[in-house]
């Protein structure tokens, strides 16, 4: 079945250091999405790419898609303790009548001040 | 606009007994999915709906029911709750292509 294999599947920094996670698919993607979740909190959407060797920015945060549209990645500059949570990637996959987000394990972020 | 809406926010069962989760979005959107998160397994689909009368299963629906009446609410029902069903469960609607998730409901089956 489709995969979205997302590393790695924690991350432990000190605030400062830069971050970044990673996302592959098994398939060629029509777009990739973002989303954050923070601890005890649910996932919300941070951004979605489409086009082959996207980039787009979000104050600290970059993201990427790649050329193929099998990978994507998002990195963190200069990490604050707000940062922490964790980072899923998204891809939409065709299901009867409608397609459907299928998501990474996640990255698991922690910034120590 | 209070978004998407789950209530119970905890919930204990013991095995075998029903419940259900309920969920409501007041942003008319047509498509409404559940979603549940265990540790280390990321976000994994159970069903999902494209409107008011049409449901579907996604990658884990064992062991759970849905239903679509009105475009507004998408419940989930556990007939007969197993130990294996404890995690957190999360409804989410979409529009363009975004999801929106609710707070999630925590389940614990003993």
């Known amino acids: 079945g489709q995969q979205v294999m997302q590393i790695p599947q924690y991350q432990h920094v000190q605030e400062g250091e830069d971050f970044t996670t990673y996302c592959n698919s098994s398939t060629t993607l029509s777009n990739i999405q973002w989303y954050k979740q923070r601890p005890g909190g649910h996932p919300v959407f941070l951004i979605q790419l489409v086009k082959s060797g996207e980039v787009k920015k979000q104050k600290r945060l970059t993201f990427q898609f790649g050329e193929a549209k099998k990978n994507s990645s998002l990195h963190i500059t200069a990490t604050q303790t707000t940062d922490v949570g964790t980072y899923f990637c998204a891809g939409p996959y065709s299901g009867a009548g409608s397609y459907q987000l299928t998501f990474g394990k996640g990255t698991k972020l922690s910034v120590t001040p | 606009n209070a978004g998407v809406t789950q209530t119970p926010k905890f919930q204990v069962l013991k095995t075998g007994q029903s419940m259900t989760l309920q969920c409501a979005q007041d942003?008319?959107?047509?498509?409404m999915s559940w979603y549940r998160q265990d540790p280390g397994m990321g976000l994994r689909l159970i069903h999902y709906s494209v409107g008011a009368g049409i449901t579907d299963q996604g990658e884990v629906p064992n062991g759970y029911n849905v239903s679509r009446s009105t475009t507004e609410d998408f419940p989930l029902r556990l007939l007969s709750a197993a130990p294996s069903q404890t995690s957190v469960y999360f409804c989410?609607?979409?529009?363009?292509?975004?999801?929106?998730f609710g707070s999630g409901t925590q389940l614990s089956v003993l």
């Open positions: 989410a609607s979409r529009k363009g292509g975004k999801l929106f």
């Open positions: 942003m008319n959107h047509e498509y």
